[in-house]
């Protein structure tokens, strides 16, 4: 266990009505009984004492405090809770407290988790869930931080490492003791586990990214010539008025984003520039910016106003693909009967807010698709795609592996990298990187 104590706000900063401090470490009692008079409480059991200075000249509040015994508590060491009421005023005459204590320090951003891992109490997919489930701003994003946190996905990067080290441990067998009376063929019998644990990997990382997306949201970009009613379809969408709208075409000239919450998913919208052939070098490079956010876009909405040309004869009918929405927008503007909605084409007004709640069910549903978060656990971050793409790696290695020796460090190695995942092996380069990203006090 660390030979310090840490102290943090463990709730929102600003006024509200309870702020809780948090303190973890081996003289995390000791604090709490300067600060305190007559005995601790016990430990597990919420009890209501005065906070006074070190000097007992003044008192700093009346507060709730809990003790946690390690190693059961959070961080696995001893950690105590302090609520009290939370004005600023009061935490900083607490904090001003612990400063003044040997061995006591203020806690770095996700320190308190930090130690949780380095006492076992939590993995790095854990830990790493934790946090999102803090960030969590949308209920798809919640689930799926929930769901990290208890253990599901390291659960199946940990049973994948102990099916590699078991038949490791079979291959190295077969190579130590060649004199023995083993079973024959010990390397041709593991080749099909092998196999099949290789084909399960791959079919993992062929998620399209959809637990990613759900952290950072999924892209959606409006595409489409000039004064179509782009800007006016993301305020729309946006409920606020997020872009400039103006019967001046080519109003916009970049990429304005919104972030929304759609069907419980996040969701980013992006309004681009009218694409059309550019007369001036500023509109030229609004184009070139549209085009280059619809090449990244995971869905593509098509504008159109009523009497435009279709889209395949537009400008920017090289970038339709098969989950494209289209919108003909302007329908108030024509006479006769409207169009009907067929399949992925909707004719609507925006002004006059017509058409556009079954163009945003369709939406939702295709969000809905592919950010399903009902199956089985995504993987979430980049780190952890490229420990898996390096465990596909050696297990190819070894299916053409030219000796036993060969074969079994490229399963070694397969393990390894599926260890580095939940924080088994060799993770000391990436600690900073994920618990930097916590807040204070967690």
Request: with cysteine; aromatic share 4%.
């Given at each position: 266990?660390?030979?310090?104590t840490?102290?943090a706000l463990a ?6 009505g ?7 470490g081996?003289?995390?009692?000791t604090?709490?009984?300067a ?9 597990r059991q919420?009890?209501?004492?005065s906070l ?18 390690g190693?059961?508590s959070?961080?696995?060491?001893d950690?105590?809770?302090i ?7 009061l ?6 407290q612990f400063?003044?204590?040997t061995n006591?320090?203020s806690?770095?951003?996700?320190e308190f988790t930090?130690?949780?891992f380095e006492?076992g109490?939590?993995?790095?997919t854990?830990a790493e ?6 960030n969590a ?5 919640h689930?799926?931080?929930l769901?990290q946190?208890?253990g599901?996905l390291?659960?199946?990067?940990t049973n994948?490492r ?6 490791l441990?079979h ?8 004199d023995e009376?083993?079973?024959e063929?010990?390397?041709g ?6 196999k099949?644990l ?5 079919a ?10 759900i952290?950072?949201g999924?892209?959606v970009?409006?595409?489409?010539a000039p004064?179509?009613g782009k800007?006016s379809?993301?305020?729309?969408l ?7 709208v103006s ?6 000239r970049d990429v304005?984003?919104v972030?929304?919450?759609l069907a419980g998913y ?7 520039a009218g694409i ?13 910016r549209a085009?280059?956010?619809?090449e990244l876009a995971?869905i593509?909405?098509?504008?159109t106003?009523a009497?435009d040309p279709?889209?395949?004869?537009s400008d920017?009918?090289?970038l ?7 919108i003909?927008n ?7 009967d409207k169009p009907p909605?067929i399949?992925r084409v909707f004719?609507?007004?925006?002004k006059?807010e017509e ?6 069910e369709?939406?939702e549903?295709?969000?809905?698709q592919?950010?399903?978060v ?8 980049q ?6 793409e ?8 070894f299916?053409v592996?030219p ?6 460090e ?8 599926l260890g580095r995942i ?7 380069d990436v600690l900073d990187?994920v618990f930097?990203?916590?807040?204070i006090?967690?």
């Open positions: 266990m660390s030979q310090e840490i102290y709730s929102g900063r600003g006024r509200a309870v702020a809780v401090i948090r303190l973890s081996p003289d995390a009692f604090a709490l009984a600060l305190t008079e007559g005995a601790l409480p016990p430990v919420a009890t209501v004492r006074y200075s070190l000097d007992k000249a003044f008192r700093i509040d009346q507060a709730l405090v809990i003790l946690f015994k190693p059961a959070f961080t696995g060491e950690v105590v809770e609520h009290l009421h939370g004005g600023p005023a935490i900083s005459a607490t904090f001003d400063a003044n204590l006591l320090r806690a770095e951003p996700g930090r130690r949780a006492h109490k939590l993995d790095l854990e869930g934790l946090g999102d489930l803090v701003e949308t209920h798809a994003q689930q799926q931080a769901r946190m208890r599901e390291g659960e199946i990067y994948w102990q099916d590699l080290i078991s038949n441990a291959l190295e067998a077969d190579i130590d003791f060649p009376d083993l079973p063929g010990v390397a019998a593991i080749r099909p586990k092998i099949q290789e084909s399960e990997i791959t993992h990382l062929q998620d399209g990214k959809r637990g990613e997306k952290r950072e999924l892209d970009v409006i595409l489409g004064n179509v800007s379809l993301l305020n729309k946006a409920r606020r008025e997020a872009a400039i019967d001046q075409a080519g109003t916009t304005v984003d972030h929304m919450d996040p969701v980013t919208i992006a309004d681009t059309r052939e550019a007369s001036d070098s500023v509109e030229q490079e609004g184009v070139r085009r280059a956010r619809a995971d593509r909405i098509f504008m106003s009497g279709p889209v395949e004869e920017f009918a090289d339709v693909e098969e989950n494209s929405f289209f003909i302007k329908m108030d503007t024509v006479s006769g909605q399949g004719p609507v007004s925006v006059q058409g556009l709640d079954p163009f945003l369709a939406l549903q295709e969000v809905v592919q950010l399903d009902s199956g089985a656990p995504s993987l979430t971050r780190r952890h795609r490229e420990a898996l390096e465990c596909v790696q050696c297990l190819q290695r299916a592996a000796d036993p020796e060969l074969a079994a490229d399963v070694r190695l397969a393990a390894r990298a939940t924080g088994r092996v060799d993770v000391e990187v930097g990203d916590f807040c006090g967690k």
